[in-house]
């Protein structure tokens, strides 16, 4: 695997989609929605940057139930101190335990340590509107995001934290169903309107692109409850190039992010584990 990266800032986020322009296309995404993904290199994913490798192996794993739902993921990031020179290690110590409910998930990540060492939850709660996320709650901030459709795939994340809003995301696909960009506005307060808005003229923003698609179906997309593979869970292909602009008032970029892979495929079908 080659990865190119030239890394400030890398924002993540997490969607997904539905689209099918022919029977081919049907007959292969349906293969790739029935494949389970149980392994992975984290580097394929929408991880942070400056992560320093425990061992040799650097591949999450996945556990599913009988309804091939993943319960169990392993392996994570754990914070290190900066005169490693990274910011993180990864660690087959950290893991993540999902349940369900009716029309619900609660993910929890946890942390394996004879010593007694904890990690922050992360406790994120799902709901589901026939398999569809339609609310996404961070307990630990207490901040809700609603996810509205639109033509069965999502239009735009809006965020909101205490009943204010605080930040909404909106998508644009191009004709293959692949997530072309995401928006994101932060929310202003108005003081005409006394309440937070989101100033559509404002050239304060941030832009993520995703490029270079191959024609292969998405494997990752029943996995869209992860925040590290959201975005890949958001189209049918599987994108080569990455980059992630923030712009300030005056419309210049003060945050940039810039990642792209060289993917691999045995059988004609996308291998993240190697």
Same mark, same amino acid.
């Given at each position: 695997?080659? #990865? %190119?990266?030239?890394?400030? &800032? !890398?924002?993540? /986020?997490?969607?997904?989609? *539905?689209?099918?322009?022919?029977?081919? $296309?049907?007959?292969?995404?349906?293969?790739?929605?029935?494949?389970?993904?149980?392994?992975?290199?984290?580097?394929?994913?929408?991880?942070?940057?400056?992560?320093?490798?425990?061992?040799?192996?650097?591949?999450?794993?996945?556990?599913?139930?009988?309804?091939?739902?993943? #319960? %169990?993921?392993?392996?994570? &990031? !754990?914070?290190? /101190?900066?005169?490693?020179? *990274?910011?993180?290690?990864?660690?087959? $110590?950290?893991?993540?335990?999902?349940?369900?409910?009716?029309?619900?998930?609660?993910?929890?990540?946890?942390?394996?340590?004879?010593?007694?060492?904890?990690?922050?939850?992360?406790?994120?709660?799902?709901?589901?509107?026939?398999?569809?996320?339609?609310?996404?709650?961070?307990?630990?901030?207490?901040?809700?995001?609603?996810?509205?459709?639109?033509?069965?795939?999502?239009?735009?994340?809006?965020?909101?934290?205490?009943?204010?809003?605080?930040?909404?995301?909106?998508?644009?696909?191009?004709?293959?169903?692949?997530?072309?960009?995401?928006?994101?506005?932060?929310?202003?307060?108005?003081?005409?309107?006394?309440?937070?808005?989101?100033?559509?003229?404002?050239?304060?923003?941030?832009?993520?692109?995703?490029?270079?698609?191959?024609?292969?179906?998405?494997?990752?997309?029943?996995?869209?409850?992860?925040?590290?593979?959201?975005?890949?869970?958001?189209?049918?292909?599987?994108?080569?190039?990455?980059?992630?602009?923030?712009?300030?008032?005056?419309?210049?970029?003060?945050?940039?992010?810039?990642?792209?892979?060289?993917?691999?495929?045995?059988?004609?079908?996308?291998?993240?584990?190697?």
């Amino acid at each position: 695997m080659k #990865i %190119k990266t030239s890394s400030f &800032l !890398l924002i993540a /986020s997490s969607f997904v989609l *539905f689209s099918c322009s022919n029977n081919d $296309d049907i007959t292969e995404t349906t293969r790739a929605q029935e494949k389970k993904i149980e392994s992975y290199k984290f580097t394929y994913m929408h991880y942070p940057q400056a992560v320093m490798l425990a061992n040799s192996s650097n591949n999450v794993t996945i556990q599913y139930d009988s309804n091939n739902r993943p #319960i %169990k993921r392993v392996g994570g &990031l !754990l914070a290190t /101190s900066p005169q490693t020179g *990274f910011n993180y290690i990864f660690s087959p $110590d950290v893991y993540n335990e999902i349940t369900y409910g009716n029309n619900t998930a609660t993910i929890i990540s946890k942390f394996n340590s004879t010593q007694g060492f904890t990690i922050a939850e992360n406790k994120r709660l799902f709901e589901f509107d026939n398999g569809k996320i339609v609310k996404k709650t961070i307990v630990d901030t207490n901040e809700i995001i609603q996810f509205v459709y639109e033509q069965n795939r999502i239009s735009k994340l809006i965020s909101k934290k205490n009943n204010l809003l605080t930040a909404q995301s909106d998508f644009y696909y191009n004709q293959n169903g692949n997530v072309d960009s995401i928006v994101s506005r932060k929310a202003t307060w108005n003081n005409i309107t006394s309440n937070y808005e989101i100033n559509f003229n404002s050239k304060v923003k941030t832009v993520e692109v995703f490029k270079n698609y191959d024609n292969k179906a998405n494997p990752t997309k029943n996995l869209m409850i992860f925040d590290e593979i959201f975005p890949r869970s958001l189209s049918q292909n599987n994108y080569n190039s990455y980059e992630s602009k923030s712009y300030d008032m005056y419309g210049q970029v003060y945050q940039f992010s810039n990642i792209n892979w060289t993917l691999n495929y045995i059988n004609n079908e996308i291998n993240f584990e190697n």
